[in-house]
């Protein structure tokens, strides 16, 4: 066969690609081959994971799943087959670190070393096949790997088909990366997003929530649907409730309960996160939250609507002052960025005496609009103490509220003005927001601090934090209103008075 009936030969499988989704099969099966788990080079015949995604995946798939499925493997075959068989192709896979880029350039390789000798001899020939490049110039197609990492990925390129795998771990921010490389596709093209799940937030976590709304078709593969998922049933005797559940609703046998409560002993709290079982479950499970999720979820379900937004909905109040100082109130606000391209700045207010959030101020301010909209504020809340976080960008709001605003009434710590967040100050707070989360949920109404609740996480390093992608503005301003709360109660009860931490 010469080059000119090869290129036929291969426009004539693209096409039947496009019209019988069971031919995609019929090739990786009869082209592919991978490594299995013994090491053996076998043909890649899809598993129930792999048709079930190729029976109903589109132009447009985000994939939740458990951990080795083999999801990324056939993604890869796919676009393999899809780059050899349609000249002109670019398919582009993008993992979250270097050695994941590795490995799967690994596997495409071997999809290529592995061809029937008399198609990688003819228009097949490839002008490059390294640096996780494969590029076939007698059909103007490639393959590339590439990673998240690197902030140029994809960038310059018209991309055919793209995999971004992993994408809850990735990098940086994730979300800038990934509208770079959807960028790059045109409206014809393909994309997958897939990942197992880290945690209620962060730019997966976004993605499928939005699904609908996007277009992409969701697909959830939990952990059984591997048939290789079983243990040793010998001394499984008695069964929970869980356990007949699962039975009962997924068809679940007794090896494969088994080897889920081998998961349970090998991996702890994170067994439903890495072995998902429900698109819901695995999310609340995954991720080190801070604060107590299932506090979180029962007080997100039990929230009502704002009693009134103002400002274009930057703020939203649930509990008005009383009139004539009835009662006293403390404002914590975390100034971060400020600016249209910087950090949310963010403003809680809630009443001293009970600690009930009543008002949260949320938007990008510079310093000045800043301190004239919390000086408004603390003016419209009796007068209330308010207390800014004096750490980088602090200083300047501390310093308009004082010379613009006139406002008398803000916390001091030592004579300075504003709250000092420290290595030591800053777990002490979180923890006693965190106890309030716990013992209290009922005190907070904002679905947008809730919501960064679920987000804050600790990392591998130790550090308390927002999850890369996710904010915690909202979190910190109302853990500084309670430990300014904590403090102010405290010194009142010696005797000392709320006048005696304030300043100006």
Not at 288 to 316: M, W, Y
Not at 461 to 486: F, K, Q
Request: proline share 3%; charged share 25%; hydrophobic share 40%.
């Amino acid at each position: 066969m010469n080059i000119r009936e090869e290129l036929r030969f291969l426009r004539r499988c693209g096409t039947r690609i496009d019209q019988r989704l069971s031919d995609v099969d019929l090739m990786i099966g009869a082209w592919l081959k991978v490594r299995d788990k013994q090491g053996r080079l076998i043909a890649l015949a899809p598993n129930r994971v792999q048709r079930e995604f190729g029976r109903r995946s589109g132009k447009r798939n985000i994939v939740l799943k458990a951990r080795q499925l083999g999801m990324t493997t056939y993604v890869a075959a796919r676009f393999f087959v899809s780059t050899i068989t349609r000249p002109g192709t670019l398919s582009v896979q993008v993992a979250h670190d270097q050695q994941s880029a590795e490995e799967i350039f690994g596997i495409v390789h071997r999809f290529l070393a592995n061809l029937p000798e008399g198609m990688r001899k003819g228009a097949l020939i490839t002008s490059r096949a390294n640096v996780r490049q494969i590029v076939f110039p007698r059909i103007d197609s490639g393959y590339r790997v590439e990673t998240a990492a690197d902030p140029d990925a994809g960038r310059g390129l018209t991309i055919q088909n793209l995999h971004c795998s992993e994408v809850a771990r990735w990098p940086r921010d994730a979300s800038e990366t990934l509208a770079s490389l959807r960028a790059a596709v045109p409206a014809g093209g393909t994309i997958t997003l897939e990942s197992t799940p880290a945690g209620m937030g962060g730019c997966f976590y976004q993605e499928w929530q939005r699904a609908d709304e996007t277009g992409y078709v969701r697909h959830f593969f939990p952990w059984w649907w591997d048939e290789g998922y079983r243990a040793e049933a010998a001394h499984v005797e008695q069964l929970t409730a869980e356990e007949c559940d699962l039975i009962e609703r997924y068809g679940l046998d007794i090896q494969q309960i088994a080897f889920r409560r081998q998961l349970r002993s090998n991996f702890g709290a994170r067994a439903a996160q890495e072995f998902a079982e429900d698109a819901n479950s695995c999310y609340l499970a995954s991720g080190e939250c801070v604060f107590e999720i299932e506090a979180i979820e029962q007080r997100l379900r039990g929230l009502s609507p704002a009693l009134e937004q103002r400002d274009c909905g930057t703020l939203h109040i649930w509990w008005p002052a009383t009139p004539n100082g009835g009662r006293e109130y403390i404002v914590g606000v975390d100034p971060a960025g400020g600016g249209t391209t910087g950090d949310n700045a963010c403003a809680q207010v809630i009443d001293r005496a009970t600690g009930m959030q009543c008002a949260e101020l949320y938007g990008h301010f510079a310093p000045q609009e800043l301190a004239r909209k919390v000086a408004k504020l603390g003016r419209e809340y009796n007068e209330a103490l308010v207390a800014v976080e004096r750490n980088n960008h602090g200083h300047a709001v501390l310093a308009l509220l004082e010379l613009a605003e006139r406002y008398q009434h803000v916390y001091a710590q030592g004579g300075q003005a504003g709250w000092l967040t420290t290595t030591v100050s800053r777990p002490r707070m979180l923890e006693g927001f965190g106890a309030a989360v716990r013992g209290a949920p009922e005190l907070f109404s904002s679905a947008r601090l809730l919501e960064e609740c679920r987000t804050f996480v600790r990392h591998p390093d130790g550090r308390t934090a927002a999850m890369a992608g996710t904010h915690d503005d909202a979190v910190l301003a109302m853990a500084i209103a309670l430990a300014v709360r904590e403090e102010v109660t405290g010194q009142a009860r010696r005797g000392l008075g709320f006048g005696s931490l304030q300043t100006m």
